[in-house]
């Protein structure tokens, strides 16, 4: 089974891979006669098709309901927003929509690349189209009108007018967020007119490697959302990337329409440190250095726009983000970022103390499960790791007399199983952590065999919803042996393993056709329920959590749903009476200026991600722009007042205050949930009969 840490550095590395439209720079325009596919091409779907009928945990089959989701995700993957095909194309396209398993079957794949040259020739026609409406200018901003940004769940449109329409009020929006980000008429019009052009460009340099990479991956993706599949060329520029070190902004990045989108920010990096860029914020433009002219990336392919981003430790990079708190069309800003190394003591766990209810809490942070493979296979018998460090920060904690302890796992997205294993381990006596069903039935137990138990004291663990993989695990162990309480909001839901196949391995001349990602088994709690989907669901649930629903496993497509199997013996080691503890909870937050902060702003994210229409408007727009900031000005100064502080008279005045380092958060705002967590456990412990927080 591959390895947690192995397993995460190659998603995340992978996240900024797979899905982008031309992996790298490419100078020449394929012509369309070779947009067919070659030889090799139909051996490797073969291939693919019969390791995943053969090893996918899944055991997919492929029949007319599989061709049916496979021909939706091709055209999805083409076209996202429905801004290119007609209605009438997609009826041309029907004729296939039950044919796909055989073709894929026998290594049919024309379907393929004749929607994907009806694609490009709409997209052709539609940047032309948009071209001329640049060069009009005869855009009436006062005209009552609106644009839907969101096509996701419209219709397609009827015929080519009404596609025409819909690019017509597409270039008069991008003209009027240009507009209201402050830029002159001529620099709007040059920077669209490169935007579309490149946009053109683009879809006229992707080959026929990368038609098939993206049509196998329809396949491999209505399968389920952690398969897919690299091209030979793709899997080279992979290792190339896994080579280097992880050195830059410290972000991992996806495609999302035509933008780049943060998806999560790791720990301890340069983005994380300055506290200005977060998960949800899309990124529109990137300069070099200080002084660098900001070049316009909408529509670039991802890995064009990570290697912008990219450069040497020490250097500048200045990017143009819309943030998520504004919406897809609110207005832009710009930050600042020195590029770093990612090191590991920067994801290291550390400590303090915070005292509430008259008691004193040690709070240990952990951003990742980590362990130093390199050091260990070395001989090194000081190789730094999670669970060693976690170890001597217990001990010190214990030294001052704590009451209790709160593992604060909040946007901790895994690690080393291991680890997983063996913290828990610091917490029970001995006996199952975990268990893995692999694709063939067979059910593993991973066990903690270690019979000391480090800290036997009152245990929080707090999570949130972007809690994922070893730290469900560890979560679930803790919850199924009633050793702490769970608090915060559901967690992420990935409960699945994944392994990388080479390909060439089923080739009769061993030749490189590139590699698969591949489901092979699922992770399941010591009582049975699968961590997968649902996640790890808390004791305590905070209000924040409305909204996790469309986060996580669970919004994604063909995702494995959740199920349980057999439990495995384990020791029950306490009990949680969650009622009192729950109502006590909600009063006191009810009059808490910190919890109300998180749950206006919840509420205004919610209702921002809810929005699928903006006015064009230019008053309206505006107005909306200065009415959202207002209210979000006013959510910040409320907090600000209640614990003291001056009032900001822009939000950009101190943008820096959503740091984690308590001397650059004088809000607080990252000790809301650890304070509450704090109340929760000292409410916990007046419940209990008298427990010492030493260990025996």
Known sequence: MMKFKTMQRWILAFAMLVFSAGLLAVVKEVPEEQLKPTKEHRQTALIVNQVLQRY???????NDELSS???????????PNKSFFTRGDIQSFEKYRYKLDEAIAHGWLEPAYEIFRRFRHRVDQQVAWALELLQKNDFDFSRKESYRFDREDAPWADDEAALRELWRKRVKNDILNLRLAGKDEKKIR?????????????VHQLDADEVFQTFLNAYTLSIEPHTAYMSPERSENFDISMRLSLQGIGAVLSSKDEYTEVQKVVPGGPADKGGQLKPGDRIIGVAQGRTGEMEDVVGWPLQDVVEKIRGPKGTVVRLNVLPKSSGAH?????????????????QAAKSKIIEVDGMRFGVIELPAFYRDFRGQAAGQKDFRSTTRDVRKLIAELQKQKVDGIIMDLRNNGGGSLTEAIELTGLFIPHGPVVQVKDSQGRVEVERDTDPEEVYTGPLAVLVNRNSASASEIFAAAIQDYGRGLIIGEPTFG?????TLVELGQFSRDKEDLGRLRLTIAQFFRVQGGSTQN??????????????????????????????????????KLGRVEVALLQGRHEKRIRKDPGFQFLQDQNQALNEINDQKEVSLVEKERRKEWEAREKRALERRNRLRAARGLEPLKTLEEDEDSFHDDEEEDPEGIHRIWQEEAAHILADYIRQQAPVTAQAR
């Open 56 to 62: 996918h945990y899944r055991k997919p089959k492929l």
């Open 69 to 79: 989701r496979i021909f939706d995700k091709y055209i999805e993957s083409l076209d």
């Open 190 to 202: 040059e920077t669209l007119e490169k935007r579309y052009k490149t946009l053109r460009r683009r």
């Open 330 to 346: 609110g207005a832009a800003r710009e930050i600042t970022i020195v590029r770093d190394q990612i090191k590991l003591e920067d």
């Open 494 to 498: 990935k409960g699945t393993v994944q």
């Open 534 to 571: 649902r996640g790890v669901v808390p004791d305590i649930v905070f209000p924040t959590a409305s909204g996790s629903e469309e986060h996580g496993e669970r919004a994604l497509d063909h995702a494995l749903p959740w199920t349980r199997i057999d439990a495995v013996d384990h020791e």
